[in-house]
């Protein structure tokens, strides 16, 4: 798969908003979800919250429960990460992928079509 383009990042206070965007070139119907991910220094990289194409589905993993939003324009081939109430241990490089599996939730293996990533800096 083509990969993704992500777009959106910057330098923010704690406290303060961004809306990531990732363009996802070349989505097809078999494209079943996409996901947002991040990954700091020395950390592995972890899910951060993930849509399905077909029903918007969403899933949000602990980092994002509560603050952030995932969302989609489908005639876009777009996925948007809404983070509010930002906070210092959100800063990271913010990637999103997206995997033909209905096993989205589980399995990072099953993405593909990274992007170059967003950089994310939350100030305290």
């Known amino acids: 798969q083509a990969p993704a383009v992500e777009s959106g990042g910057g330098l923010v206070e704690t406290g303060g908003s961004l809306n990531l965007s990732c363009v996802v070139p070349?989505?097809?119907?078999?494209?079943?979800?996409t996901g947002w991910f991040r990954q700091s220094p020395g950390k592995g990289r972890q899910f951060v919250a993930t849509?399905?194409?077909?029903?918007?589905?969403?899933t949000y993993f602990e980092s994002a429960k509560g603050r952030f939003t995932i969302s989609k324009d489908s005639a876009k081939n777009t996925v948007y990460l809404q983070m509010n109430n930002l906070k210092p241990e959100d800063t990271s490089v913010y990637y999103c992928a997206s995997t033909k599996s209905t096993n989205y939730r589980n399995s990072i293996a099953m993405y593909d079509g990274w992007g170059q990533g967003t950089r994310v800096t939350v100030s305290s």
């Open positions: 849509i399905t194409w077909r029903d918007g589905i969403t």
């Open positions: 070349g989505r097809s119907f078999s494209t079943y979800a």
